[in-house]
């Protein structure tokens, strides 16, 4: 057995983004925050992020709009307000798509070339400038990952760049700051953070450390996320799925997905779909493909829910959790199947097509083969 693990440092709990100011003084005086559209100053979070970091003096300037599915350009335009400013570290406030635009920027701030060549292959060969991730939503994992997922607008591909030397100085997750996200995107998100803990769990790079965070992160994530839906100041259920959530990001980094995310990049990119509803559509499906390879492994998350008796056979606990996972889509109003949102019969093939190269197909416990992947769509029709 040989593997490696990676994590960064984690602080976490409620409040614990007072913190912020104290932690970002280690790096020096000087930092490029990054923030989505606005949500921050709608829901007025941002003063609790804002004010340890003038509490401690630091200079702040200031990237903000950064859209839900990032471009190379948008990490072209943070590098240089980063360069034009001699900024000391970046700090990544928001979503998936906004620490991957702080990583990315952190990760290739010393670099000389265009971040597009950095997108198609190029390996990093400086050193990254710190960044402190300080997720605002429970789902994409970002803050322990060490890819940035972006998009090319000239040919439409989106795929990761990803370099171990990416992860976060500081990884600081503070449920509080998830407790005013919508109620669409606290179903979407949840949902992305129990595709990867399953993924992560299934994945063909597993391994006892990735396992051990992948099954407390289902169980965390199946028990408190249709409450955070449902009760958005629900204190307790906002905590456990953002602890779900950080834990399936830390399996995720370490295992891979699969193949849920194999044909959720270029599905998402075909209809503008967000990730975490595609990966909430697909999961199900997906799991039903895999049944046949990984049984027992749903059989003991079944039993490990108290879905089925400890003594039941592998099939039928399996079958259970299946069902349990469609039953929560359903709950938390995600559609049933892909043609609810746009998937059009005609471009199954191109789909299908574009996800065979994914790294994340290759860790999928079952070989799936183009053939599949229609079969697949086509179901979703």
């Known amino acids: 057995m040989l593997f490696d693990f990676l994590v960064p440092q984690i602080i976490f709990g409620p409040g614990c983004v007072w913190r912020l100011g104290a932690e970002a003084s280690i790096f020096g005086k000087k930092l490029l925050l990054c923030m989505g559209k606005g949500s921050l100053q709608a829901s007025g979070m941002i003063e609790r992020v804002i004010s340890p970091l003038e509490a401690a003096g630091l200079e702040i300037v200031y990237y903000g709009g950064i859209a839900p599915e990032p471009t190379i350009e948008s990490v072209e335009e943070s590098l240089k307000i980063a360069r034009e400013y001699?900024?000391?570290?970046?700090?990544?406030?928001?979503?998936?798509?906004?620490?991957?635009?702080?990583?990315?920027?952190?990760?290739?701030?010393?670099?000389?070339?265009?971040?597009?060549?950095?997108f198609e292959g190029r390996e990093p060969e400086q050193r990254v400038l710190p960044w402190i991730a300080v997720p605002t939503t429970a789902g994409s994992g970002a803050e322990v990952t060490k890819n940035a997922v972006l998009r090319d607008l000239d040919t439409g591909?989106?795929?990761?760049?990803?370099?171990?030397?990416?992860?976060?100085?500081?990884?600081?997750?503070?449920p509080v700051l998830t407790m005013t996200m919508p109620r669409q995107i606290t179903a979407q998100s949840g949902m992305d953070a129990l595709t990867h803990a399953l993924e992560a769990y299934t994945s063909r790079w597993a391994t006892p450390m990735t396992d051990g965070l992948a099954i407390e992160a289902v169980v965390l994530i199946c028990r408190n996320l249709y409450s955070a839906y449902s009760k958005g100041r629900d204190k307790d259920?906002?905590?456990?799925?953002?602890?779900?959530s950080l834990m399936a990001g830390i399996a995720l980094n370490n295992a891979r997905a699969g193949l849920v995310h194999a044909l959720a990049h270029p599905l998402g990119v075909s209809y503008h779909l967000a990730h975490g509803l595609v990966c909430a559509v697909l999961l199900p499906q997906v799991m039903e493909f895999n049944m046949i390879a990984v049984a027992e492994k749903y059989a003991r998350v079944?039993?490990?829910?108290?879905?089925?008796?400890?003594?039941?056979?592998?099939?039928?606990?399996?079958?259970?959790?299946?069902?349990?996972?469609r039953m929560l889509q359903k709950r938390l109003q995600i559609p049933a199947k892909l043609g609810e949102v746009g998937l059009q019969e005609e471009d199954i093939p191109g789909l299908a097509e574009a996800a065979?190269?994914?790294?994340?197909?290759?860790?999928?416990?079952?070989?799936?083969?183009y053939a599949d992947l229609v079969n697949i769509l086509e179901a979703n029709l």
């Open 356 to 369: 065979l190269p994914s790294g994340s197909l290759a860790a999928n416990p079952r070989k799936a083969m």
């Open 157 to 174: 591909k989106k795929q990761s760049i990803r370099w171990d030397w990416w992860q976060a100085s500081i990884a600081l997750v503070d």
């Open 237 to 244: 259920a906002r905590q456990q799925v953002s602890l779900g």
């Open 86 to 118: 001699e900024v000391d570290m970046v700090i990544g406030v928001g979503g998936g798509s906004v620490l991957d635009v702080a990583k990315a920027a952190a990760g290739l701030y010393y670099e000389d070339s265009k971040v597009k060549e950095y």
């Open 302 to 325: 079944a039993k490990e829910l108290h879905l089925a008796e400890v003594d039941a056979g592998s099939a039928d606990a399996a079958e259970r959790l299946v069902h349990f996972v």
